[in-house]
Each structure stands twice: as structure tokens, then as C-alpha cells.
């Protein structure tokens, strides 16, 4: 597994193939990306490891993604750092439209209980099921 910048490297990479193939990142309907920007804390972005510049039919975008090689999401969650940062670009963040742009967060791998955690996760927001609290 790579750590640190050689991974977040990779990441970006395969978003550059992306976007001189004029393909989709992510599953973002109908989005193109225009510009990759690197480390972009100084322009207040919060998730701040890669910023997407975007456009789709209704204009321009952006998605702020956090890059971490190790486990920002366990069974139990993520990890505080990022849900810190995450509230943070939500609501004081640069430049962020919350009903436009979105958040992301990349890890190099995930252990097979949080596989599953969030395949669950993941049905129930597609399906609309309420999760049961305890």
C-alpha cells in the first residue's frame, strides 16, 4: 500500500485520466472536471488534500476531497479528524454551495467490517430504510 503523497498521487491521477476522457468522477452526474487543484487549505478549503473544479448543465462545481491512505473509516465510523473537517467545510468552508458541490473522502482500503458497514449504510440511503437505534 502507498502512504502519504505517492497515494493521494494516484488518486489524482486517475482523476486526471478522468478528466482528459471527459469522463465522470465518482458518479457525479452530468459533471466534467475542468481543474484538479492540490492542497488548497490556503483557500479555505477544509477538505483540502484535492479540489475539483467542475461544470455540469447548471454551471460550475466544485467536490473538496480529503485523501488518506489509512483507515479514516472503521466499523465504528470516521474518524474524528475528518468528521471535524467535514462539519467544518459544511459550514464555514470556502466557497462551498451546499446545494451544489460536494464533499469526498478517498482511503487506500477498507477492513471487511467496514466494507460491509457501509455496503448496509449505503442500500438504506438507496432504498430510504430507517436505521434502528439501540
Known sequence: MDYG?????KVA?????????GLEPW????SRVERLSFQVSA?????DDLLLEMRNDAGPLFCSVS???AAYLTKDGFKSEFVSDAWAQWSEGASFERTRDYMALVVGRLSLDAQTAWEDIERR?????RIQSI
Open 125 to 129: 440511503s438507496i432504498t430510504g430504510d
Open 27 to 30: 458518479n457525479i452526474k452530468g
Open 5 to 9: 503523497f505517492t497515494f493521494e498521487d
Open 43 to 47: 483557500s479555505g478549503w477544509k477538505l
Open 13 to 21: 491521477g486517475q482523476l486526471l485520466v478522468r478528466m482528459l476522457d
Open 67 to 69: 485523501v488518506k491512505s
